[in-house]
C-alpha cells in the first residue's frame, strides 16, 4: 500500500473519530497542543506523523492508539 494511502487513511479515521466527539479541528488541535494547520494537514493525509504525535491525538480523542488504524 502507497505512503500516501495510509496517511489519508489514518487521516480520514482521525477526522471520524473527532466529529463523533462532537469536536472542531481547533478543539482537538488545542488538545494536542498544535496548530490548526498541522491538524488539517493530518487529519487530510498530507503530512507523516510520528507515533508520539498519534499517542498524543489518540490521547486527546480518549481512544487507544490502536482506534486510529481501524479501517
Partial sequence: ???TKILIE???RIKSIRKDKKLSQSDL???CDFEKATMSRI???QTNVTIFTLFKISNAL???IS???KN
Fill in 43 to 45: 487529519e487530510s493525509g
Fill in 29 to 31: 488541535a488545542n488538545l
Fill in 1 to 3: 500500500m502507497p505512503q
Fill in 10 to 12: 489514518i487521516g480520514a
Fill in 62 to 64: 480518549n481512544v487507544h
Fill in 67 to 69: 482506534e486510529l488504524f
